[in-house]
């Protein structure tokens, strides 16, 4: 196992960035980001969906510049792609075209070596990762494990002192993922791997106790740094150790105290109505609700048990948490979730049951439920443009954001008969009985 030691690979410091919005407003993704990178260290970079983490890892490649902070990078400033610098991403980015031996070979191009090292560091890369015998193999003719080893041959090739993984197993299949995984940790065990440090991109809880010395979770919106976590355990690592789950069960804690108190803060600083959404489905916001009633959990669960249980990431399962939260069918607190008393209602009841039940929740806790409802009832027709309520969110959160907001609010008023949403015309209407009513 590579021994960490106190020297600085990378340094980063109050990096902030943002891009541009439509209306010519900045638009923060991260703001006074700090943190360093040790040699002989697995970095993990946690956080959902928005959180920054891939637009933090392509800053640290140089690959794009922030809005303000600075890069030390061993000892010198990095403005740019640094020979020593290798990146791994989630799609395989392969070239069609160049056999498996001319896709390693291409991350030496920019080096001018000698042609028989070139040769030797191909060979050896390929020997390394378990590809020897498919040098003139094509990217087609290969599985999406051998694919992503491929990349991780070609982004080694080059003996780098950082190696940047992005999310590097989310395009594979669970068995794929998890040898993938076994398989760098051996390497990087017995000391076979030539990079000093990794950073490795991930929203998935249990890949980064697996895998990382030390874990750094990011919030979302902009991505902040909210939690630092060292991770103890001598590799290779159980998942069935305690404490291993001990730390699984502390991030998950972190996670869900953060989501509650971002719900809390948006509706404070934007406005009830104006309250940012999960897009969830109602098909999981009822089976999660069922599932979570019956047993084994009778109405409560570690957050972590759930999701081992339904196989969700952080980027599925947090929304239909935080969904349920802000609908008050559920209880979020130190990584536990419990259904409420109308939450067992809903989970337990018949479809009419629980159309009631969606309609007077979304009308007493989503504001934007219930402003769309009263505008529509105000006007003599009962009909409103879908622009008058997404000019309203887009004064307060990206266009994709407003559309994703709009979209569930759709869906759930749809399910709740609460009004009806007409595409092609891009209006809200009342439901009949609603505008008799």
């Known amino acids: 196992m590579p021994r960490i030691e106190n020297i600085p690979v990378i340094e980063m410091s109050r990096i902030c960035m943002g891009f541009a919005k439509s209306s010519g407003e900045s638009l923060p993704v991260l703001t006074n980001i700090s943190l ?3 040699k002989g260290e697995i970095l993990g970079l946690l956080g959902r969906s928005g959180s920054g983490k891939s637009t933090l890892l392509r800053i640290a490649a140089g690959l794009v510049s922030p809005s303000s902070g600075q890069i030390s990078y061993v000892q010198k400033s990095l403005h740019g792609p640094e020979e020593g610098i290798s990146v791994v991403f989630q799609t395989f980015a392969l070239f069609p075209w160049l056999t498996v031996y001319e896709n390693v070979e291409l991350g030496l191009n920019s080096l001018h070596l000698e042609p ?7 060979v050896s890369a390929l020997d390394l990762i378990g590809l020897d015998g498919f ?12 694919r992503q080893r491929v990349g991780l041959a ?3 090739v080059i003996y780098p002192t950082l190696l940047l993984m992005d999310e590097p197993f989310s395009a594979l299949d669970v068995l794929t993922a998890e040898t993938l995984r076994s398989d760098l940790i051996d390497l990087w065990g017995g000391n076979q791997l030539p990079p000093m440090s990794v950073l490795l991109v991930t929203h998935n809880i249990e890949e980064a106790v697996l895998m990382c010395d030390r874990i750094v979770i990011l919030s979302s919106n902009p991505g902040r740094i909210t939690a630092e976590i060292p991770v103890k355990l001598p590799q290779p690592r159980n998942r069935l150790d305690p404490r291993f789950q001990d730390i699984v069960d502390e991030i998950y804690s972190i996670l869900t105290s953060r989501t509650t108190e971002l719900i809390h803060n948006q509706i404070l600083s934007l406005g009830k109505h104006i309250e940012p959404l999960p897009n969830v489905p109602i098909n999981l916001i009822e089976g999660f609700t069922e599932t979570l009633a019956n047993p084994p959990y009778e109405g409560q669960s570690e957050l972590s048990e759930l999701a081992n249980e339904l196989a969700l990431e952080i980027d599925d399962l947090f929304p ?12 979020l607190k130190e990584g536990n979730i419990r259904l409420t008393e109308n939450g067992l209602l809903f989970a337990r009841g018949n479809t009419d049951m ?3 039940l969606f309609r007077t929740h979304l009308l007493a806790h989503l504001p934007l439920a219930s402003h769309i409802h009263h505008v529509l009832n105000e006007r003599e027709d009962h009909h409103a443009p879908r622009i008058r309520f997404q000019s309203e969110l887009e004064d307060h959160m990206t266009e994709g954001r407003a559309e994703r907001t709009l979209n569930a609010i759709i869906a759930w008023g749809r399910y709740a008969e609460l009004f009806t949403y007409e595409d092609n015309s891009r209006t809200f209407s009342l439901i009949q009985i609603n505008a008799i009513r």
């Open 135 to 146: 040098e003139s193999a094509y990217p087609r003719e290969l599985s999406g494990g051998m």
């Open 116 to 122: 028989g090292e070139m040769h030797q560091r191909v």
């Open 320 to 331: 239909i948490a935080e969904t349920l939260y802000i609908l008050k069918f559920v209880d």
């Open 354 to 356: 629980r159309k009631e």
């Open 36 to 38: 360093s990178i040790q």
């Open 154 to 156: 070609r982004a080694l």
